[in-house]
């Protein structure tokens, strides 16, 4: 992986690599994944907490604060170069749970993963989901916002969990020293 070795790498082409790096474990391990007696479940508690989460959003109006500050007022912080939050983990685990990425990306200046209805991948990291800005804490009561931080740690604890558990079982059946698919590649 040469690009998340590079000082300033082409965000671009950094995903590119990360995600053809993704689909080469997907193809190579993907099905002893899912025949893995600890990961299924692990991955369909987290589709779930996802659903938990984004309920818990939709019912505090952040999505709709992202959703004005994006589409009405041009701005949102999707931006270009926040797609390599996303680790090779990460993107194994979207290929796990049926994810299929882009071909290129689709908004020039905005992130990757960006489409006309919002984001492309289903496991996000932990910075886009567990961000929240100015502009939420001046409209939803602190109170709130509380609660969404409260119920968004079960998530972001199971993408920890499923994270490690992908690398370990790798770093089990290849011997190698996988680090740099932890790493974001980026900063
Ligand atoms: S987190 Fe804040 S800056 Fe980002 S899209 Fe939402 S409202 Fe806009
Ligand atoms: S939420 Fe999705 S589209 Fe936005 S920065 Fe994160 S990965 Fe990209």
Known sequence: MRYLREKRP???????????????LYRLWGES????PDLPPLIEAYRR???VSNQAM?????FRECYLCSVEDGQGCCKIGLENECTVLILLLNRLLGVNFPEEREVPGRCFFVGPLGCKILARPMLCRDYFCR???TK???KTMAWVTAVLNEELTLLYR???????RLEFWTGDFLQELDLTGYT
């Open 10 to 24: 082409d965000p671009t082409r950094l995903i590119e690599e990360k995600i053809a790096v993704a689909e080469d």
């Open 135 to 137: 502009r939420h804490y």
């Open 33 to 36: 994944f899912l025949r893995d």
């Open 49 to 51: 907490a996802v659903e």
């Open 58 to 62: 939709g019912e505090a109006g952040t």
């Open 140 to 142: 939803i009561p602190e």
């Open 162 to 168: 499923l994270t490690s558990l992908l690398r370990a």
